[in-house]
């Protein structure tokens, strides 16, 4: 691997946003083991993966000038939304900016399912304020709506082996990051065929968290609006990452998170993964 920007190559590259994160460094290594030439585009380059045919990129989502210059060249670009933060749609809007500037012709968005509006998961009203604008600046793009992520379920049980949260019954088709990278190599590597199409990408069920905690080795302990706010208080977190968490589960409740598709299937030619075989999966690789 190498930085630099190696103009000559880069109409051939796939530019790749959070290479060095969980679900963009999955992409890239999947890119690189077909032989595809990409450019990973980091804040911060010396975390980025090492990869044969790829070169680094600094492009930090919030300064629009290092963006275009990393993204100069580039026709295909994946983006993965930045991490959580207040003023996160503003820094989409920056890199989209950027992209549209540099010339970029297709931004691939890793988005969120159900995103909309008034969705009730909040996070998830960023996701489409951001396909939004991606649409608003006239750019081809494809739009992978994730469900939430299976390999971070265990994650909800607490030290004492409990999920708490306001999901009642409700379901969700949570989907293994995998198959997520799986959907995004298959676009990124034919994105002509799926310009303008939106992919809700989940798992082959949707569970409830009773079903999911059983699952985990853990047990569901169903809690109230107020008692899950009062019950992250001592996180000392802001208000807007409160809401966040909160409407996780309240996004469950209210069913917004349960519909299956079998758009991981339709792009990558094999079943989507169930939460069992994501965890035995992982347990046998330890």
């Not at 190559?9 to 999955?26: K, W």
């Not at 980091?42 to 990869?51: N, T």
């Not at 207040?86 to 970029?104: K, L, M």
């Not at 699952?215 to 706010?229: K, L």
């Amino acid at each position: 691997m190498s930085v630099g920007d190696d103009r000559g190559m880069d109409e051939q590259r796939i530019g790749v946003t959070g290479a060095s994160g969980q679900l963009g460094g999955r992409v890239a290594r999947r890119l690189a083991a077909r032989g595809v030439p990409q450019k990973l585009l980091v804040r911060d380059p010396a975390r980025a993966p090492r990869l044969p045919q790829a070169v680094t990129g600094l492009a930090p989502f919030h300064d629009g000038e290092a963006c275009r210059a990393a993204l100069a060249g580039l026709r295909t670009v994946l983006m993965v939304s930045a991490s959580e933060t207040p003023d996160r749609v503003e820094q989409h809007r920056t890199f989209v900016d950027a992209a549209a500037a540099a010339g970029v012709e297709h931004l691939v968005y890793i988005s969120f399912y159900g995103a909309a509006p008034d969705a009730t998961f909040t996070l998830a009203r960023d996701h489409w304020a951001t396909e939004e604008h991606i649409r608003s600046r006239g750019l081809a793009a494809t739009f992978l709506r994730d469900n939430l992520y299976a390999d971070f379920l265990p994650m909800l049980a607490g030290a004492d082996g409990v999920i708490r949260g306001p999901a009642g019954d409700g379901r969700v088709a949570a989907v293994a990051q995998d198959d997520i990278a799986d959907a995004a190599v298959a676009v990124l590597t034919d994105p002509a065929a799926h310009a303008g199409r939106t992919y809700a990408l989940t798992g082959p069920e949707a569970l409830t968290l009773a079903e999911i905690a059983t699952v985990v080795g853990a047990r569901y302990h169903p809690e109230t609006i107020e008692e899950a706010y009062a019950s992250r208080a001592s996180y000392g977190a802001p208000r807007w990452q409160l809401d966040a968490w909160v409407s996780t589960y309240t996004a469950i409740a209210a069913g917004e998170l349960a519909g299956v598709t079998t758009d991981i299937a339709g792009l990558t030619g094999h079943p989507a993964t169930s939460v069992a075989a994501l965890l035995a999966r992982s347990a046998s690789s330890r």
